[in-house]
């Protein structure tokens, strides 16, 4: 059920048109479009933390340990510090793997249709449900 309302119906709504397809479950013919989103969001998330914990708590900190200010709990400033850098620097390695993952995903559907599906027949054991569904596309 989760897939279903993640996706907006799910296969039920958008079935898969073709094998390829299939493989991305309740997703369906919707995938690419929810990759697309999740790419985003993932995005804008990461952007967001970098932002709010650079200028909210690690300047902060960063500060407070510079002057020598007293702040709320001075024996855990360095310790908030640390923690707060690695989400930066984790949030900083995700954007760093976006550009990757996104071209991965253009070559990968550039070059499916230039598939030789009679050797792919050959080479994968199946049901006959799925060669019908090859045969089709």
Same mark, same amino acid.
């Given at each position: 059920w989760g897939e279903q309302f993640f996706t907006g119906g799910g296969s039920k709504t958008n079935p898969p048109r073709n094998a390829h397809e299939k493989l991305f479950?309740?997703?369906g013919a919707k995938f690419p479009k929810i990759y697309r989103e999740a790419i985003q969001f993932q995005t804008w998330l990461a952007v967001a933390l970098i932002v709010y914990s650079t200028t909210q708590i690690i300047v902060? !900190?960063?500060?407070?340990?510079?002057?020598?200010? $007293?702040?709320?709990?001075?024996?855990?400033?360095?310790?908030?510090?640390?923690l707060w850098s690695v989400f930066v620097a984790s949030s900083i390695f995700q954007l760093s793997l976006a550009p990757t993952?996104?071209?991965?995903?253009?070559?990968?559907?550039?070059v499916e249709e230039f598939v030789k599906? !009679?050797?792919?027949?050959?080479?994968?054991?199946? $049901?006959?449900?799925?060669i019908d569904i090859m045969e089709r596309t």
């Open positions: 479950g309740a997703s902060r !900190d960063a500060t407070a340990l510079y002057l020598g200010a $007293d702040v709320g709990c001075p024996e855990t400033v360095v310790q908030e510090l640390i993952t996104f071209l991965n995903y253009c070559f990968v559907t550039s599906k !009679d050797m792919v027949k050959k080479s994968i054991v199946c $049901d006959s449900h799925d």
